[in-house]
Nanobody, 122 residues
């Protein structure tokens, strides 16, 4: 299983970015997908997750109402639309996949992408 995250960059506070995570080597629709982030000196934290068909989504309180996770199973891709970005959102963002139940814990995921840097300037 390979996950390739992209779309990070430098943006001013209040701006938007869309992250993408493309999967290969799997039957993508079998996998629940999640986004996590890790800031320097901090533990990896849950951001959002989505079920196999996209019917249910889950968010960390810190991003609820600003971020949206969605997926396109025809393209084997999950997205994270990030709006109203804040400096506290600065981190490396990782996508992850699991065939188990949707989880907010990193240990609940079996496969990880390489991460994409998001930097929000004030």
């Amino acid at each position: 299983v390979q996950l390739q995250a992209s779309g990070g960059g430098l943006v001013q506070a209040g701006g938007s970015l869309r992250l993408s995570c493309a999967a290969s080597g799997v039957t993508y629709s079998d996998y629940r997908m999640g986004w996590f982030r890790q800031a320097p000196g901090k533990e990896r934290e849950f951001v959002a997750a989505i079920t196999r068909n996209g019917g249910s989504t889950y968010y960390a309180d810190s991003v609820k109402g600003r971020f949206t996770i969605f997926r396109d199973n025809a393209k084997n891709t999950v997205y994270l639309q990030m709006n109203s970005l804040k400096p506290d959102d600065t981190a490396v963002y990782y996508c992850a996949a699991t065939r188990r139940v949707v989880s907010s814990a990193p240990r609940g995921y079996d496969y990880w992408g390489q991460g994409t840097q998001v930097t929000v300037s004030s």
